[in-house]
DNA sequence: TCTATTGATTAGAGCGCTCTAATCTTGTAG
DNA sequence: CTACAAGATTAGAGCGCTCTAATCAATAGA
């Protein structure tokens, strides 16, 4: 379990290890004859570079620190599976750590991760107080994804979600729907702006908004469409519904289908967020798709420019999102 | 973006930086007074001990890394925040990577992992050659999940695939049901022994095993039923389908809607993993459970047990799995 | 008074690497 | 044959910490 080190390479090859150093960080003053002797070396022995003692030398760190709230939620994952892609392409690591949606939790999270000195930090929808994350920008680097914030030492990348709740009225109003009802995601990050955009652009088309509480999961989905069915009777009824989510909407579809009412035959229903789940041939959901992975690939972008000093004014990425037409909507 | 460092706790504390150093390892051989004083100055300065120095200086670690070919797979997802969890609670950070199930890109990962010389590694349904996993143990130890090991140095916590599937045919049979087929995952690293314990099951009830080729995902499921559809007709059509995951079973039933079937009343299907996506009530799928954050604490323990030398013979966790009767299997 | 003994504190080396500055080799021009 | 620039190599300090062994202070025993 002892591995061999800088040192061990150097003697197994007749140099000195500053020059095993620099074939290791392949710079060009070598000679190919040393070159080629320090990597038989290197070879023979299995030696590889050791991070850690690598970026105490150099003060600079090769780590990203990204704390995710739940990773069974499809959309974190698939972000992550983006910031990691990106920070291998660019030679870095990800540290990753679940908050869990607690703000004590989060808290020791941050700590935990900062103890890394890492080169920089990406919280994706983190529910800290702003204060907890300013001081952590104070640190290092910070990418907030899925939240904004208002330092300029901090980057964020968002979804436009007011962007994506019109696509979808749109969509529906096209297919000659009026009638059309929200559920709200509730407490969610990402809930307010897509009210927000279903509001306006039902006033827009001068539709009357209907909104409804419910909250990200099936079982509220099922529910809100119970409260619906209380309120509005086949005549009134909507013909279509915008979700919080996907998982909203899903619920939702059940909760019609239950009632004996047909999607998309008698409702409409449009999802967010093109989860795996949506794309289910059996779900056929249509819904708003976030382009998950360059939302991870643009958070480290955003980060490596901090990073490299090329920037010092804070970034806003507000992405576009767009809609994907499946089989839960039709002409009402 | 410079951070204190304990010499500079010292100083303002007015002691030696050893004596930071015992302090910050709560150490009992240390005088309350100091004890106080050099808190209040760590405080004061915002001081929080440099991870890496400490790692190096002490040739420990306290990092695991931690490769998994998949995070949009909610069954890894899941095992991750098991990992998470138990890792945090013992002190330890997760260095996560992606391997994508390429073996080289899941080589590089390793390599990338192991430079950061960790406490020790674990794996996530690996799909590199044996050999690999072997070199790497000999680095540090390892724990392999989902994925099996003859090697002395490695761990493994694995899902006992045969009773799942032995439980999903003693379910269908006790309905009723004497047609029952399987639709293989093909070369995922759990279709092994799924297939093995549903032909066995199948044997011991006196039935004839049906198996069918196709893979972990929802359009595989669906083209596995098509070609069911073309060699058996109604009369002699499987009654019942033992699907490889909850992917597969959802294409399944799509499939089988297509064909005018439904399920349950016509064919009864029944998935493994017990993902969120089962647990939908627009699925309500029969299916067979992991206990996956089990598994991710399973993992860690291990580990630890190896890192503190606490033990050197390999554990084989072989976890049991429990089916879970939702609203895809009736009688026949 | 002197020496043990115990507990608290510190000096200093070293973990595996990087980086600056110094040194050693060449080749080439004068 | 010497001088010198350019390229190749190395010595050595230092990154922020831990750890061993040494030092120091205070109390107790003879």
């Not at 939702?252 to 289908?257: D, P, V, W």
């Amino acid at each position: 379990m002892v591995r061999p080190t800088m040192e061990d390479v150097a003697a197994r090859a007749g140099v000195s290890r500053a020059l095993v150093s620099l074939v290791m960080r392949n710079s060009p003053k070598v000679s190919d004859q040393r070159r080629a002797a320090v990597l038989l070396a290197a070879e023979e022995l299995g030696y590889e570079p050791h991070v850690m003692a690598r970026s105490l030398a150099s003060r600079t760190s090769t780590v990203l620190g990204v704390m995710v709230s739940d990773l069974r939620n499809a959309f974190f994952a698939d972000v992550v599976e983006g910031l990691d892609a990106a920070a291998q392409a660019a030679g870095f690591n990800l540290i990753l750590n679940t908050g869990g949606r607690s703000p004590v939790r989060e808290r020791a999270a941050l700590r935990s991760l900062l103890s890394f000195r890492p080169a920089g930090l990406i919280l994706l929808s983190p529910v800290v107080p702003a204060a907890a994350i300013d001081d952590a920008a104070g640190q290092c680097p910070v990418v907030l994804v899925s939240r904004t914030s208002r330092s300029a030492d901090v980057d964020t990348v968002n979804d436009d979600g007011e962007a994506g709740s019109a696509l979808a009225v749109d969509h529906l109003v096209r297919l000659g729907h009026r009638r059309i009802a929200h559920l709200d995601g509730g407490g969610a990050a990402t809930a307010a702006s897509r009210r927000r955009g279903y509001r306006q652009a039902m006033i827009g088309h001068g539709l009357e908004p209907i909104v409804i509480g419910s909250e990200h999961t099936d079982s509220a989905g099922e529910k809100a469409v119970r409260e619906l069915l209380m309120q509005y009777s086949p005549p009134i009824l909507p013909t279509a519904l915008l979700a919080g989510n996907d998982f909203n909407a899903v619920g939702a579809i059940s909760g019609l289908e239950e009632a004996g009412l047909r999607v998309p035959e008698d409702v409409s229903v449009v999802g967010y967020d093109n989860t795996s789940l949506a794309a289910l041939r059996h779900l056929s959901l249509t819904t708003v798709d976030q382009p998950r992975t360059e939302m991870g690939r643009l958070a480290v972008e955003a980060l490596l420019e901090r990073v490299r000093e090329e920037r010092t004014e804070p970034v806003r990425h507000l992405l576009h999102p767009s809609l994907v037409v499946r089989s839960t909507t039709a002409a009402p």
